[in-house]
């Protein structure tokens, strides 16, 4: 048995236990090492999985802007710019809104109408205004001043002009610009302006949109037409059969108070005809003359004979020394009442037929003066400084095919 109190004993303590310290530390590093390998061999395929499965995806927020954001995207689509009065419209709205950031932000309402100036498109500097507005919504008084803006300009698209605002009225300028090229022709062969042609339209037209207001909407809104007057007259302009016939025959009877000259009676060609309109037994419409009246689709003779009858009326006031040019309330009120009414006189009276559009009512001759002097369809049928084309002019400027001999006029009885 030993004895561990022999120095034998102890001198062999002493040798052994540098021996197991220096063990115990090569066991503990090679742990370690084994543990850090195995962790980072760990770490290796949490990566791998991750990057699998798309654990380290960022999922991000929703900015509390987002909605806005998507509104603005389609804001200004290819329906934004629908017209010059629409165009004007943004045009002043953008200028005072970059106005209104300039007291604010200088540096960048300048960015802005440098962006404007160097493309041209007013569209890029709305949507960078759009930007701005964003993060100035919390600035009160920019905020304020931003709100008068737009409101003013919603009371500026606001007509002082009632019959301007309904929905009828922008229905009927779609499908009168269809017809422009017709109406300019007219104007050029008859040297009347094509504003005093499309004012008679306008005041046989805007009086369907109460009293005959399911055929407007039967006719005019879903189909593009402008409505055929047969309850009044003929043509889109709602000529009488009488009415009519007498324009003709004031072309060509010299001894007429109303005959304006040989020139016109080559404006119009007496042999056109449409007979597939002859449909049904009413006699007039055997009529040559009604039956270009009545040419659906090609509204041309509408026109013609709307300008051949203010033509006449302002050759008879010339006559006995007056003028119709810068009066279209008269000729408006001519137009409607015939011409029998036509007495060329100092002050005559504006009137014609009544009739109510909405609440408010209006003379025919009253409501042609309001549309003339309105702006409505201004970029199309411009007021000009010579309503009425002098016939001489006319003449050196208009050229018409000479007629074979043995085409003469026959005008209907």
Known sequence: MENPDSPIQAQTEKLKKPRSKFKKWMRRGYFGVIHLLALFALALITVALAAKFKWTNDGGNVDLNSRYFSKMAGKYNQGFQTDSLTFAKQERQMY??????????????KMILDALHRSGDITIALRMLDAANLRMKKHK???????????QSKEASVSIYPWANYREWKEFCKVVKADSASIDSVSRITGVESRLIVMCLVGEQIRMFNSSREQFKKYVIPYNRLIMTTNRGYGVTGILQNTALKIERNLYEKSSPFYPGDYYQKCLNVKDSFPELVNDTIEAHKHLTIQRLMKGGDHFYSYLYTAFFLRQFQAHWEKEGFTLAYRPEILGTLYNLGYQKSK?????????????????????????????YSGELMELFPLTSEPFVPTKKLQKTIVFPEPKEEEVPVVAE
């Open 96 to 109: 005072q809104n970059v106005g209104l950031l300039a007291k604010f932000y200088p540096h960048n309402a």
């Open 141 to 151: 008084g920019y905020m304020r001043e931003l709100q008068r803006i737009e409101d």
């Open 344 to 372: 060329p006189k100092k002050n005559p009276s504006v009137g014609g037929s009544t009739f109510k559009v909405g609440d408010k009512e209006y003379t025919f001759g009253g409501l042609c003066y309001e549309f003339y």
